[in-house]
């Protein structure tokens, strides 16, 4: 996926150093096996892998493995619930599940990490970041911080997305979590035009903005309305998923985006100008 990915484990108090360095060495060798896998089924620039056999036709949807039959399911079930604006398939037709498969990777090591016996961990993956419990256990009232980093200067940041432990431990025990509290906010994902160039698909709009594998939306003849998305969400395939939606879709995507679900979402224009949700509002998230 070209993606580079790390993964911080906070050490266990208590625990003799060398525990924690075995536990951090197999917890490494399972994700970096996830993503190796992943990477070699569906990267569109690795000729032999299944996704190019299906982008030549020598591979049929029905002839292909269960697992990309089933992202390929669940890309069009994104498509409906956003009006068009997150899209399988590029302007040429071709099946293209990179806008997808990165979401689902992060979601699957963290599972596994979770099976390894972790609790505390955080996973980035392209600027994109899973999180479970806390950076300082066993409190476990200290969140973790996720950094959103400046479209126009990626030396410096517009400000940092509290993940986790503290939103979590906010809330008395028994009690309902309010809608946008962020305190289901495990993930944060980014998307835009700032690393890679303009590489999503604008929705609804003749011709590409870019050229190349992981173009997202069914056309678009200019630039797509925001630089730089981040939304945060309680699941690392939803807030991806939105992230990109709402670049090809802009404004009307946004907006129906934080109607229809509870996530936390901070847009960057191409002039410097900010739209965010309350919880990007906040002082925590500053």
């Known amino acids: 996926m070209g993606t580079v990915v790390s993964l911080t484990v906070p050490a266990q108090p208590g625990s003799p150093r060398d525990a924690d360095a075995d536990r951090l060495e197999a917890a490494t060798a399972v994700v970096e096996d996830q993503f190796e896998d992943l990477d070699a089924r569906f990267s569109l620039f690795k000729p032999n892998s299944e996704a190019s056999r299906v982008s030549r036709g020598e591979l049929s949807l029905m002839e292909a493995s269960p697992l990309m039959r089933d992202l390929y399911a669940d890309a069009v079930r ?24 990165k979401g ?42 996720a950094g959103i980093v400046d479209p126009a200067d990626r030396r410096t940041l517009l400000g940092a997305y509290p993940l986790g432990a503290q939103a979590l431990g906010a809330l008395p025990p028994g009690s309902r979590e309010p809608a946008g509290s962020g305190a289901r906010r495990l993930a944060l994902a980014t998307s835009g035009s700032a690393e890679r160039g303009d590489h999503i698909w604008t929705a609804g709009l003749r011709g590409p903005s870019s050229r190349g594998p992981g173009l997202q939306g069914p056309a678009g003849a200019r630039r797509p309305e925001f630089a730089q998305v981040s939304v945060a969400a309680s699941d690392i395939v939803t807030a991806d998923v939105l992230a990109t939606a709402v670049v090809a879709g802009g404004r009307g995507t946004l907006d129906a985006v934080t109607a229809r679900w509870d996530v936390d979402v901070l847009a960057v224009t191409h002039d410097g100008a900010l739209l965010a949700t309350p919880g990007f509002r906040a002082p925590s998230a500053a």
């Open 78 to 101: 994104w498509r409906r619930r956003t009006d068009g604006a997150f899209t399988p398939e590029r302007p040429d037709g071709l099946l293209d599940l990179s806008g997808l498969v």
């Open 104 to 145: 689902y990777a992060i979601a699957e090591a963290g599972r596994s990490l979770v099976a390894l016996g972790l609790h505390d961990w955080c996973l980035n993956a392209g600027g994109d970041v899973l999180v479970s419990g806390s950076p300082a256990p066993p409190a476990g009232g200290k969140p973790w911080l």
